[in-house]
């Protein structure tokens, strides 16, 4: 085992602000119960994945990281793209504002719950999604999306002021309203539908090839690792972290009032057989744009690096370490 001591991550720009105010009153935690750490600030966006794979490089043992699911995102890539023979576990303090990977690792939230999480949490291994498309790779520790999603991402700055939930679903609502569904051919492959999933009306789908094709327009098209996005909606409620698949939930384009009808039903985790939704397991997808055109994509939170025609997903099982609390 390393001797190095903790390393800490933090994103003080995470939740406009936020994160470096507590990433002080989490130094000062550490301090109280005697934990050593050394602290790493990042300065700019992938500055995190840098920072995490000097960490492995130098044999840390373990890695806290400060800030939201997208500082996550840039931790888990800079781990896995590092090369060393072993990667830290990663403890998390949530500053960000959908937090929907840690929801996933914790009941509790807050400052406090770190020092705990360091000395009497378990390492469990969480599944990872990768994504490949033409000059470009990434993976992502929650959620890949394509459609309103997108939409809503280029909305949120408007409602910074809100909390997770209420942030999504106002930025949602504002990007629908102008939002027009793109073409897309999906195809998957992996064990079969979700629990109580049934076909989506308004897109064509065809069985083949150990497989299944989805076609027709999307309001929103998600390949998640867990349960949530956006703060707490639950599109894929049966969703497992470690269970080496992932899970497609299809939105069909379906009109203004027929989605709007959707929402709550999503929020609740109860949209699974309903009109224009396609709930499946899987552990490869493709996602093209039918006339070859580059359509935009989201990462965890974040806007991919550029539009890309085909996106072709695959599951990488227990690759990212993470400390998790007793009774989760």
Known sequence: MSTAPLRVIVNPAASSGRGGTAAEALLRELDGHGIRCETRYTEAPGHAARLAARAALDRVDRL???????????????????????VPAVAICPVGTGNDFYRMVSPRRGVKELPRLLQEGTVKRFDVGRVRWEGGE???????????????????ARYSRLPGLPQYLMSFLHALARFRPPDVNIEVAGPGPAAGA????????????????IRGRTTLSVITVGPSIGGGFMINPEAQASDGQLDLCHVAAGGLVPILRLVPKVMRGAHAGAPLVTMRRLERAVIRDPHGKPMWFELDGELAPEPAPELRVEVIPGAFPVLVSDDR
Do not use: M, W, Y
């Open 64 to 86: 806290a990281v400060v800030g939201g699911d997208g500082t996550i995102h840039e931790v888990a890539g800079g781990l896995l793209a590092s090369g060393a023979a072993r």
């Open 138 to 156: 990434r993976v992502f520790v929650n959620l890949l999306g394509v459609g309103v999603d997108v939409e809503v991402l280029r909305c949120r």
């Open 198 to 213: 049934e076909p989506a009306a308004g897109s064509e789908q065809a069985a083949g090839c150990g497989g299944q094709h």
